[in-house]
């Protein structure tokens, strides 16, 4: 009777959650807890409102979830859910060793092993992804995200041989991964191979037209091969779908002042400053505004 009685505030808990009704859907579950219930049936209720807290950005409450499930029985996917809090907190040490736990647990984990290598690339620790990147992938060598994410990391340290070929494997496994492409782009451009380069850039944009910095990427080559009216099309392109983004206004006031559009090249300085005042003093150093940059003009941008 007991347990019915917990399976139906479970039923209503799962409910309210749907509705994303959070704090009732918390009650519910935490009621149903004070009822009798199996092993399994704990353990899928701690993991409910570990989720929930997470969402919630409840940390504390969500490690602890967590940690009454390794209480009960030492899951892997405990352990994970714990890292991936302490990845969120940047509590990197803690979060590193919650994620070799889990792999201990469970060799062939795949979020565990993906994302601890991902710790590392995000703290700029690129020796330690690499090797981590490698491991990931002697067990998973068609996982399309693990080969581009090794591939950038290359690119990243100017190792475009080992960059290129986990980037194109990646694009032949998937080829509708826009970061493949994008990162693509970049290797071949570092090449010398322009016209591939922008190609990639085309099939990222056609993919993910919301990324900002293929508009950026395509810009600069355009401005470095003089072909300034395809950056300042690219760019307006790139704002229809990015509008706050100030990097690219500020592409489009220096392709604006190469193109002898002073006042339009004031107005997307501005706009660009406006969005993030650390282009005022970056645009000091620019030599495409060496001739204003003294100017009452320039110092009202500020």
Known sequence: M????????????????????????????????????????YINIYYNLAQIYDELNENEKAIEMYEKIISIDFQAQAFYGKAIIFEKLEEYD?????????????????????????????QGDYKQAIIEYKNFLKIFPEDYMGLNNLGSIYEEVGEYDKSLPLLEKSIGIREDYYLSHFNLAVVLYRLGRKDESIEHYYRAKELKPDHGNIYLNLSAIYIAEGELEKSEKILKEGLIHNPNMANLYYNLACTSFKLSLKDEGLKYLKKAISLNSDLYLYGMNDPDFKDIKFSEEFRNLE
């Open 2 to 41: 007991d347990s019915r009685r917990s399976d139906n505030y479970i039923t209503l808990a799962l409910n309210a959650y749907i509705s994303e009704d959070t704090e009732q859907a918390v009650s519910f579950f935490e009621k149903a807890l004070s009822f009798p219930n199996s092993k399994e049936e």
């Open 94 to 122: 803690l979060a590193e060793k919650s994620f070799r736990v889990a792999i201990d647990l469970d060799g062939t984990f795949r979020d565990a092993r993906f994302f601890l290598a991902n710790l590392f690339d995000i």
